[in-house]
């Protein structure tokens, strides 16, 4: 069964900092990679989707990785602002079914 | 345009009073997955369908049932609430291209149990 870490599970930085979370998998066979973002009382929304032939991704200020190697992936932040506060996840899932498994985030607090 | 819609958001019910989450979908995705999320913790896949192919989790109680009438709809039926039912409950649909593809997710329906 995959399991998926999330290191660490809180981080508070001043604004203008660069952000680093980081996720591992247990199985390192997955096919696709996805991040995403929470807000308190709220769903999931889609932040990045590395697919099985792309080792990374990117979007404005938001870079992922992925070393299927080592089953870890990782989210860069850059210059991060008050409006990044939020709980970041990552999922993964196998090619062979549609599950994702994920991690129980990264809770980012970004100081004014 | 929420692709993926939930309702209600925040839904309060009495302990052992059957209650239905329900989810519909603009994406025309043929696949389409309950999730549970308690406090700090990560989703917990409860079931999906593949069109209408239920597929459900081992670990899944058998408090939690689930129906797609049709592509677009799907429900999450609790039979008999329990307190340790309280969670945020997560709907979220794909498209099946050979294999998983981005999973979009709705903004949750929060239940109490009271």
């Known amino acids: 069964k995959q399991e998926v870490t999330q290191i660490p599970a809180a981080l508070s930085v001043p604004e203008g900092e660069n952000l680093v979370l980081n996720c591992s998998f247990t199985?390192?066979?997955?096919?696709?990679l996805q991040w995403f973002r929470q807000d308190p009382g709220k769903g999931l929304t889609s932040l990045l989707l590395?697919?099985?032939?792309?080792r990374e991704q990117t979007s404005g200020r938001l870079n992922a990785s992925l070393d299927k190697s080592s089953g870890r992936s990782t989210l860069y932040i850059a210059a991060s602002q008050p409006g990044d506060s939020a709980t970041y996840l990552c999922?993964?899932?196998?090619?062979?079914?549609?599950?994702?498994?994920f991690g129980a985030g990264t809770t980012v607090t970004v100081r004014a | 345009d929420a692709m993926v819609i939930q309702n209600p958001r925040y839904q309060v019910t009495q302990f052992g009073k059957p209650v239905t989450l329900s989810c519909s979908q603009t994406?025309?995705?043929?696949?389409m997955y309950w999730y549970q999320q308690k406090s700090s913790q990560a989703p917990k896949l409860l079931f999906h369908?593949?069109?209408?192919?239920?597929?459900n989790e081992a670990d899944t109680p058998d408090n939690f049932q689930s129906r797609r009438p049709n592509t677009s709809f799907c429900f999450l039926d609790i039979r008999s609430p329990g307190l340790g039912d309280a969670a945020m409950y997560l709907c979220?649909?794909?498209?099946?291209?050979?294999?998983?593809?981005?999973?979009?997710f709705g903004q949750g329906t929060r239940l109490t149990v009271v």
């Open positions: 590395i697919q099985s032939s792309q």
């Open positions: 999922a993964g899932g196998p090619s062979n079914d549609y599950k994702l498994s």
């Open positions: 199985d390192s066979a997955i096919y696709n």
């Open positions: 994406l025309n995705h043929n696949v």
């Open positions: 369908y593949y069109d209408k192919d239920f597929n």
């Open positions: 979220a649909t794909s498209v099946r291209t050979g294999a998983h593809t981005e999973a979009f």
